[in-house]
Structure formats: C-alpha cells, structure tokens
C-alpha cells in the first residue's frame, strides 16, 4: 500500500488517538489496501466504493471497530459481524481490543472488505423498517390522543426524528419513566424539533 491513498483530512483521527492508536492505524492499512477511498465523514475515516460508503473506522472507550454500512447484507461466515443495538438496522461492527488479533484477522477482515465492496457493486439496499413500523409506546400514544395538536406535530417530523422519538420513549423498562420523557418532550415536538436539535 502506498501512503497516496490517505488523504490528509483523516489524519488527525489517527493522531488523536490515546487508547487505540496502533490498532487504529492497523486497520486503516488493511482498508487501504483494499483500494477504498479514504474520507472524513461524521468525524471518522469513512472509506468508500465509487461514493458508496462501504465501511468505517471508529472507537469506543472498551474497543475500536470497523462498521460495515451494509453488514447486514454480509455473508458473516466466521460470525464476527456484530449489531450494536437491536434497533440497528443495517450496520454491523467486527471490534477489536489488540493489535494481535487484528493482525491474526486480516486475511479475514480484507474478505468481509472485498464483499462489502461487491455489495456496492451490486447495487443492493437494505430494507429498512419504516417510523410507522416502530410501536408508539402507550403513555406516548396517550398524549398524542390528549391533544390533537401535539399528534399534527409528531406527524409533521420527519420519519427519522418520529423513530428517534419513539425509540427514545420506548426505552425504560418503567412507565413513570416512558411518561416523564414524553412530558419532557411535548414542547420540542410542539416546536418541529427533533429529540437531538
């Protein structure tokens, strides 16, 4: 691999590092060497397939990781693909807590690499449930029976920011607690703004 491929905008990811820097710089050589085109997007190296994005690197406090945009759609055969939360939905991460076992998995990871480039190629979507396919959690459901405004609200967010909110009112195990993030909500909702804006 030839250092033409980095691109000096991700560097500083790298760089930045404490906890995983060799591991970090570890597989940005493996992606490199699959030819993918190296990005910055979202603050992470995002490598990518004639503008697909394809995978990226990032880490965490207790590992690194590669995510595979489409995970999904991958084969898995050495079942090292890993969803980060039951609600996500196309992405699949393979972590990594030392250099060693990178290097023991790169013949491995350059494969998983190769497949997710032929899914790109391929031109493949992942089927992704719709905001109506998520349930509205009762006490939500309550609230928007309550008062018609806040339902032409909710209605008039985007389906992604719809989701967000109900995932984020789905969340606790308690009804007090679902009941205390929809009052706490309602006024951003009434305002068009998502759980995160």
Known sequence: MTNSRMNPKVDFYFN???????????????VLDCGLTEELK???????????????IHDFKEYCAFLFFKGVLLNDANGILIQQTKNVQAGRQIRFTNVR???ELESIL????YEAVEVEKA???????????????????????EFPALKTAFEALTPGRQ??????????????????RVEKCIPQILNGKGLND
């Open 16 to 30: 930045k590092a404490k906890k995983w820097q060799e591991e970090l710089k570890q597989l940005r050589m493996i």
């Open 163 to 180: 989701r967000a909110y109900n995932l984020y009112f789905s969340e606790p195990k308690q009804s007090k607690t679902r009941e205390a």
């Open 110 to 113: 350059k494969a998983y690499i």
């Open 123 to 145: 031109g493949l979507k992942v089927s992704l449930k719709k905001s109506t396919e998520y349930p509205i959690p009762e006490e939500f459901q309550h609230k928007l029976d």
């Open 101 to 103: 076992e990178i290097a």
């Open 42 to 56: 979202w603050g992470v190296p995002c490598y990518m397939f004639q503008n697909g994005n394809v995978v990226l």
